[in-house]
């Protein structure tokens, strides 16, 4: 889904588009892989906020001039911003962000449980 | 082939729909490209001295993205590709569609093929397309011939 967010300083609007999202799992923990084309390192923050995970990306779009024409458009330019629930068993503090290509990995490892250990038993 | 016209302008509509869509596909597990909506998203706009297209392609590589000029029609394709090796059971949510993919985009006559450009940066394809400089009606004297 998509909002429009303004300035109310400068009422200039902008349209905010939820990014699509992949998310894998594996023992070691989940990877969210999201869409942010357009974006890249400077204009992307990655926000851990109690059991919140925010994703925000800025995409800086050509001003219009007055040669310019919009002849065809599928989409219009526009930031994004996504939130997620972090599971309990997320390590916050080994959560590891990268972005290439338009595309945002994050790692969210889960918490190593501690092994089982067998308590000696003594006589007596 | 899907071709757009130029001249074709935004509809408004179109991004709630897209999003709809988009909603729709992840509630009902849809894999492939999304159907009804052409991939990849394309805008063209007009300049003074030349056409941009931006294709909206997060995730593929420069070198897999395939651009060709024939007959006036632009050809875009490639392949969305998952991560390798990664039986789709570990998806906890997939929203991003998978597999192959072309667009065709006519070309107006004002344009100096040979001098197109291409260039990929944050996921964002940008082809520059130079529009041929306007030839002027020249004023030609008529001159009295019994003079």
Known sequence: ?124 | MAIFRWGHRWDPLQDLEREVDRLLSSVLSFQGIRFGRQYPPVNVIQLELEYVLTAELPGIRPEDLELTVANGVLTIKGERVGPEGIPDERFRRQERPRGNWRRSISLPDSIEEDKMTAEFVNGVLKVHLPRTPVVRPRQIKVVDGNA
């Open chain 1, 1 to 124: 889904m998509f909002q429009t967010v303004c300035q109310p300083s400068s009422n200039a609007c902008r349209l905010v588009y939820k990014p699509s999202v992949k998310i894998l799992e594996s023992v070691d923990g989940l990877e969210l892989i999201a869409e942010i084309p357009g974006a890249d390192q400077n204009s992307t923050d990655v926000v851990v906020e109690k059991d919140t995970l925010i994703v925000r990306a800025r995409v800086t779009a050509p001003a219009p001039s007055a040669e310019s024409r919009v002849l065809y458009a599928d989409h219009r330019d526009g930031d994004y911003e996504r939130t997620f629930q972090l599971a309990p068993e997320i390590d916050r503090s080994r959560i590891e962000a990268h972005v290439k290509d338009g595309v945002l990995r994050v790692r969210l490892p889960k918490t190593q449980q501690p092994l089982p250990q067998k308590v000696t038993v003594l006589a007596g």
